[in-house]
């Protein structure tokens, strides 16, 4: 589960996500170190599509039906790409209602003290 945590300034609540990143890459690199010839066409294909994406997002007159073909043909390479790294299917938390209130709960905890600490003088209504 996520664990929220305040910033080390103080100022903002983070959900870190680094591990799950870091669990992601480690699976990405065994994978391309078992048959880099795959995995480098896949991260190739994925690549171009998501720069393609890039072009067509930022692009003045492209038609939106080509962006979100761009944006299929990304997704489709991103799929493909997460099939190669088995957790990538553990990167999404899934909370029951009772986890998802308690997170809610410290993530409102933490937002408080942040607003506590850095709210002005007098009182917060009128």
Same mark, same amino acid.
């Given at each position: 589960?996520?664990?929220?945590?305040?910033?080390?300034?103080?100022?903002?609540?983070?959900?870190?996500?680094? !591990?799950? +990143?870091?669990?992601?890459?480690?699976?990405?690199? /065994?994978?391309?170190?078992?048959? &880099? #010839?795959?995995?480098? =066409? *896949?991260?190739?294909?994925?690549?171009?599509?998501?720069?393609?994406?890039?072009?067509?997002?930022?692009?003045?007159?492209?038609?939106?039906?080509?962006?979100?073909?761009?944006?299929?043909?990304?997704?489709?390479?991103?799929? !493909?790409? +997460?099939?190669?790294?088995?957790?990538?299917?553990? /990167?999404?938390?899934?909370?029951? &209602? #009772?986890?998802?209130? =308690? *997170?809610?709960?410290?993530?409102?905890?933490?937002?408080?003290?942040?607003?506590?600490?850095?709210?002005?003088?007098?009182?917060?209504?009128?």
């Amino acid at each position: 589960m996520i664990r929220p945590q305040l910033t080390a300034d103080g100022l903002a609540v983070r959900l870190p996500i680094a !591990a799950r +990143a870091e669990s992601l890459l480690d699976d990405l690199a /065994l994978a391309y170190f078992e048959d &880099p #010839d795959t995995l480098g =066409a *896949l991260l190739a294909e994925h690549g171009e599509n998501v720069a393609a994406l890039g072009r067509a997002i930022h692009g003045r007159d492209v038609p939106e039906y080509e962006r979100a073909m761009r944006a299929a043909a990304a997704d489709g390479s991103r799929e !493909a790409l +997460a099939a190669e790294a088995p957790t990538a299917d553990d /990167l999404d938390d899934l909370l029951g &209602p #009772d986890d998802a209130i =308690a *997170l809610a709960g410290r993530i409102t905890k933490l937002a408080a003290r942040i607003r506590h600490r850095t709210a002005p003088e007098g009182p917060a209504h009128p």
